[in-house]
C-alpha cells in the first residue's frame, strides 16, 4: 500500500466494521490473499456494484490485487 502505508507501519483493523453495510470505494481493507490464504493483504476498494469488491493497491505498477487474482 506504499506511499499510502510504509512496510513495518502498525495499522489498526475493526472486525466488525463490515458486519451491517458493505465496503464503500476509497474504504482500506484487510483481506486474505486468495492464491495464498496464509498472507493478509492490506488494499483499497476500487469499485463496489451489488455483492462484489474490487480491490486495488495504492502502488499499481507493482501491486498484486484483483487485477492479478480477478
Excluded: I
Amino acid at each position: 500500500m506504499e506511499p499510502t502505508l510504509l512496510a513495518g507501519q502498525s495499522v489498526l483493523v475493526d472486525p466488525r466494521a463490515y458486519l451491517h453495510s458493505p465496503p464503500q470505494a476509497g474504504d482500506v481493507v484487510l483481506l486474505l490473499h486468495p492464491l495464498d490464504p496464509g498472507m493478509l493483504m492490506v488494499k483499497r476498494v476500487g469499485s463496489v456494484e451489488r455483492g462484489k469488491v474490487f480491490v486495488l493497491g495504492d502502488n499499481s505498477v507493482a501491486s498484486t490485487d484483483s487485477r492479478t487474482f480477478g
